[in-house]
């Protein structure tokens, strides 16, 4: 795919990121996991990366202002090999049960891998993780091995009720998301958080 010179519709775009501009103008598909319009940026998946001629690597699209002058190509073979390493970092500790997941035919992830990810993948010497469910009040439940950790879910519930209650906790390996001093979701607007979520770690 050519690289995309989108400086002929720069006129009242200011202060757009490159994801964005290219939502507005040209329609194109940039894969994400963690970008949603009404929520603060994160640039925690990685899955945005675009190629910007000049630039040495790729550069995250959510995260990344947009200038005229650029040139942009989405679907190059550098864009395409990074998202196939993200996608592979992703799938490490996933338990790949989409069979009885809530989420399967509706997933990014799932969706994702069967666009940019590969059929093999290199030889890890790594243990795989297991995370306990929590239990996060009456109205959501969780699946704590499915998370991929966009952080999505926790910037939902804090923007849209006004809580901080939900965040990520540890560091590395040890990462989860759960509630801050064990806490329950107790708002109505939890219930959201299952159509937030891109792989099914909440459901209903």
């Not at 690289?3 to 290219?22: G, R």
């Not at 200038?67 to 799938?91: C, D, G, Y």
């Not at 995370?131 to 939902?156: A, D, P, Q, S, Y």
């Amino acid at each position: 795919m050519a690289f995309y010179n989108l400086k002929k519709y720069s006129k009242k775009t200011k202060s757009l990121t490159i994801l964005q501009k290219f939502l507005r103008i040209s329609g194109e598909a940039i894969p994400r996991f963690c970008y949603y319009q009404f929520l603060p940026v994160a640039g925690n998946c990685r899955m945005c990366l675009v190629d910007v001629k000049g630039s040495p690597k790729p550069i995250v699209a959510c995260a990344s202002p947009y200038a005229p002058s650029m040139r942009i190509n989405v679907e190059s073979p550098l864009t395409q090999k990074a998202r196939e390493s993200v996608l592979e970092f992703l799938l490490l500790n996933h338990p790949l049960d989409c069979f009885i997941c809530d989420q399967g035919g509706e997933c990014d992830l799932q969706e994702n891998s069967q666009k940019y990810g590969s059929d093999k993948s290199r030889n890890f010497r790594y243990m795989r993780r297991a995370v306990k469910n929590k239990n996060l009040g009456f109205i959501i439940k969780t699946e704590m091995n499915r998370c991929i950790h966009c952080e999505g879910c926790t910037r939902f519930y804090s923007v849209m009720t006004g809580k901080p209650l939900l965040g990520t906790l540890g560091r590395g390996w040890r990462t989860e998301i759960d509630t801050y001093f064990n806490s329950f979701l107790l708002s109505e607007l939890s219930g959201n958080l299952a159509d937030r979520c891109p792989v099914g770690y909440f459901y209903i």
